[in-house]
């Protein structure tokens, strides 16, 4: 008797020529391989009963698949090979001595000039003030005392942390704002570290026309939801009116200026019919033409109930739409990455990349370790959890303080700790969720349709790519 991995996963699926493929994967290792229809049907024999009677599979196909790890000769021994390379990963600085540098925020302030019905920090957006010079400078002390364990851990000097720059809106055009800001970027680019900024854009022509900015600020991240007929009904001005044009023309004036810009749209069931207008706006405007430009189109998350209940919620759903829309509109591939649904990310590495898919048993930065500086002298871990005391991981402000209990919270919640998370399939590729979410729910258990998501991926490569299968 065999035993099949309990992370293996049988897909069929049919090309538009009228071919039948079988497909075994394997979501720990990220590894897929296509069969015939005995071998599958013992795998499903597997599935369905916890072992392979010997003779359902040639010596030769035996070998071949105990080789690559769907089959195993114990049955206990995969829980064991998993918990010893669980073992090989790191705490906090462990991973960012890995990464040569740690990841931090700065929040300059919650608060914002657009009322966009989907943000997190809606409720929140006025219940704090602007980061001050005194705050800036005991973060900054901060992570350099930071990156000096990391520096040990690693062995080496001169380690980079990753510097964000976000809000509330971190380019709002107050005095207080542009002073502390221009502070930030000041001492920041005094150390030689880099740092991005992600920003709704409005301000971008003020921001260029006065350089605003250094060299040191490596990418701005701003966001269109759509077209202009359908942005403006989302990202809106406090009071309601439109904040398009005046967007795309700070795009317009921070590409000529050599800045390199990312474009995200917050994608949901609202606009995603429109994604091609917006990627026909980009190519008639020229902004594809610019080596400093990208663009990609990513699920609204929502972790707080802040949508209502009148939309699906459900990301396979969304996804299902979106690829839609890409067959009927291919162009949309020319401007978009399509980014954050783990699932489809999940199969097009291994099937389209050739890159294997490495078991993730931390969900993000949150549970990495990336340490937030708010104007309330809290440290968040969680960009989403900026504002609310109860989840803050400790203070820099009036001293450097980490509460190792509330830091265990997040640091240690990772897919092997969590009991309900022991016998899925794909809690390797999940890594047991969004930890904010699970958190904010009863029970703690959230999980994501990203299985679904991967038989929707496989259908979509069959249909529109089939050369992958020959």
């Known amino acids: 008797m065999l035993y099949p991995s309990k992370y293996n996963h049988l897909t069929r699926i049919n090309t538009p020529d009228g071919q039948s493929f079988r497909i075994v994967s394997n979501l720990f290792f990220g590894s897929s391989n ?20 010997d003779d359902l599979l040639s010596e030769d196909a035996n070998s071949y698949f105990l080789e690559r790890f769907l089959l195993r000769e114990n049955k206990h021994e995969e829980e064991q090979m998993i918990t010893e390379t669980a073992g090989t990963y790191g705490n906090r600085d462990q991973i960012a001595a890995g990464l040569h540098g740690g990841q931090y925020g700065f929040i300059t302030s919650l608060f ?87 920003t709704n854009g ?65 994608l949901d069931m609202n606009n995603v019919s429109s994604l091609h207008k917006l990627a026909e706006f980009i190519e008639l405007r020229g902004w594809n033409t610019f080596e400093n430009f990208s663009a990609y189109a990513s699920p609204v998350t929502d972790h707080g109930e802040i949508m209502g209940h009148d939309e699906p919620k459900d990301e396979a759903d969304l996804l299902e739409h979106t690829l839609a829309e890409i067959e009927v509109h291919p162009q ?41 500086f708010d104007p309330n002298g809290d440290v968040h871990v969680c960009l989403e959890s900026v504002g609310n005391s109860n989840l803050r991981i400790g203070r820099y402000d009036p001293e450097w303080k980490i509460d190792q209990l509330a830091f265990d919270k997040w640091a240690k919640r990772n897919v092997l700790q969590l009991e309900y998370c022991r016998d899925c399939k794909i809690r390797f590729v999940c890594a047991g969720g969004c930890a904010l979410e699970s958190f904010n729910k009863k029970g703690g258990e959230y999980c994501m349709p990203f ?17 992958l299968f020959d």
């Not at 007929?229 to 904040?243: A, C, I, L, N, W």
Request: aromatic share 10%; with cysteine; hydrophobic share 35%.
């Open 34 to 53: 296509i069969v015939n229809e005995s071998v599958f049907n013992a795998f499903k024999v597997g599935e369905n009963t916890g072992g392979i009677p």
């Open 332 to 372: 949309i591939t020319n401007i978009f990455d399509i980014k954050h649904f783990r699932g489809f990310n999940y199969v097009k590495q291994m099937l389209v990349d050739k890159r294997p898919r490495y078991p993730v048993i931390f969900r993000c930065e949150a549970v990495t370790g990336m340490y937030i």
């Open 112 to 198: 914002c000039n657009l009322d966009c019905p989907y943000c997190f920090q809606k409720s929140k957006a006025d219940s704090c003030g602007f980061l001050s010079k005194n705050q800036i400078d005991l973060g900054l002390s901060a992570i350099e005392k930071s990156e000096q364990h990391v520096e040990k851990i690693a062995s080496v000097s001169n380690t980079i942390p990753k510097i964000s720059i976000t809000g509330g809106e971190p380019l709002l055009h107050s005095k207080t704002n542009l002073e502390s800001l221009g502070y930030l970027v000041e001492q920041i680019s005094a150390r030689n570290w880099p740092f991005n900024i992600t």
């Open 202 to 266: 409005t301000e971008l022509d003020y921001f260029v026309e006065h350089n605003k900015l250094t060299s040191r600020c490596r990418n701005i991240q701003v966001t269109l939801d759509g077209p202009k007929e359908v942005h403006d009904t989302r990202r809106y001005f406090r009071g309601g009116s439109p904040s398009f044009d005046r967007i795309v023309s700070g795009v317009d004036s921070a590409l000529s200026a050599g800045w390199k810009i990312t474009l995200r749209v917050n």
């Open 451 to 467: 299985l679904r998501e991967m038989d929707i991926a496989w259908d979509y490569f069959a249909r529109n790519n089939p050369e």
